[in-house]
């Protein structure tokens, strides 16, 4: 077998393909779920009753290994999920069982291992992570004798493609540019995706569901705003700045997190600069400083076209300059906040 993406999992299910032995875990937890239950689904045909769930944090292993030996009797399939498994977090005596059932599985059984409970690469960031050693031989044993799924988060274009395709399935037609428009708003995340186009499906009831329409009804995430208004500010583009903070300032943020998130975003723009002057590319800095999203380098990157690290300094001075201000006495944190976006753009 082999380690496959989400897409091929849902084409195998679709067909009646099943593996004995599933492992799905990554950073997209969503993602995770999702192929869980379409595992359980395909394999019992939607009957909950018919999957015994076993808890990986206080793993019976005996238990698991007469479950997986066990013969169905009103069913194809004996369908097993042990959840949140660290293999790191139990005796050796318990692992080298666990390894004897992977190797014992009955025929007719399907044992399904997911993780989303825990931080199975250990810390570990950036494109070359891989699981801890004693979970990774787990992993690389399913690999090798049923399927593994890595969810990591999608990128903005791979995500609209997500989108068009959910869009469809609700008779709604919909273009690139307004999924890459949601995708964006909504930061990549896959949750927060699903649950804007619910709402859109619905308005839209068979109708497209344009960019105006995306724009309109899907409430940008404070993230998604502050970048936009770094980029006007670099830009020098007064109005699209101003709007900017009139959403930011709408969100009611504590304003020191505030300050700091757009303090944040300068500085990805400025570390996009200087990776540009020194010929590095997205995927560099990205494994170099630990990004899970390239969609954030990615916009790093077009914000720093034509820019120079003296005036993105320049703007991250005044930026320090109102924080200090902020918690030196009393002060109109809007009116501050304000005034030190029109400095930035005089700059």
Sequence with gaps: MARIDTR????????????NLYYFYGSDTMQVETCVKRVLRAVT?????????????DLDVSLLADEAEMCPMFADHNCIWVHDLNMDAVREDVRKAVMEVLKNVAEQTVLVFDVTGFDIFGGKTGKNKKPTDKNRKVIDYIEKHGTTCLCEPKNQSQLAGDIIALAKKHGCPMDRPAAM???????????????????????????????????????????TTVYMLTGAVLGHRSADAMRAVSDLLAM???????????????????????????????EDVMHDFGYRFSFIVENAFRTSMGETNAHIAKCLELLCNAEKRLHSGAVDERVLFEKTIVEMLAR
């Design 45 to 57: 045909g939607g009957d909950e009753t018919a999957v015994t769930k076993l808890d990986g944090t």
């Design 8 to 19: 091929k999992l849902a084409d195998q299910l679709k067909a009646g393909q099943f593996s």
């Design 252 to 282: 009611r943020v504590e304003m020191p997190y505030l300050m700091a998130t757009v303090a944040g975003s300068m500085i990805e723009v400025q570390r996009a600069c200087a990776a540009r002057q020194a010929g590095k590319r997205v």
């Design 181 to 223: 428009k949601l995708a964006e708003l909504c930061g990549c995340q896959t949750l927060l995706v699903m649950q804007e186009m619910g709402k859109l499906c619905a308005f839209a009831d068979g109708q497209e569901i344009t960019e105006a329409m995306v724009r309109d009804m899907v409430a940008p995430q404070l993230e």
